[in-house]
């Protein structure tokens, strides 16, 4: 009878982790599509600048990526326009 208990209890721990990473994903796949642009820019201007080229074009479409993004955020949203977001 104590062997069924503890399975029972794994069960429910499992589950429980389940949920949480599920919520993380969400999470940040949510913060990639506001933010994607902005980073990707961001570390190709890193990269160039390790290799000693001039990253100004790679930062600036950072910037304008940063500002879009911000211009985004403000915007409210319900369910009824959810598709109209990107």
Known sequence: MKHRQ?????GQGMT???VILALVVV???GVYSLLGKTV???VA???KEIAGQSSSQ???EAKGAAQEA????????G???YDDAS
């Open 45 to 47: 201007g890193v990269a």
């Open 79 to 81: 369910l009824s326009d």
């Open 16 to 18: 429980e982790y389940i």
């Open 70 to 77: 911000s211009t985004k955020a403000k915007q409210n949203y």
């Open 40 to 42: 990707r820019n961001q």
């Open 6 to 10: 503890r399975n029972k209890q794994t």
């Open 27 to 29: 999470s940040a796949i």
């Open 58 to 60: 790679e930062l600036n």
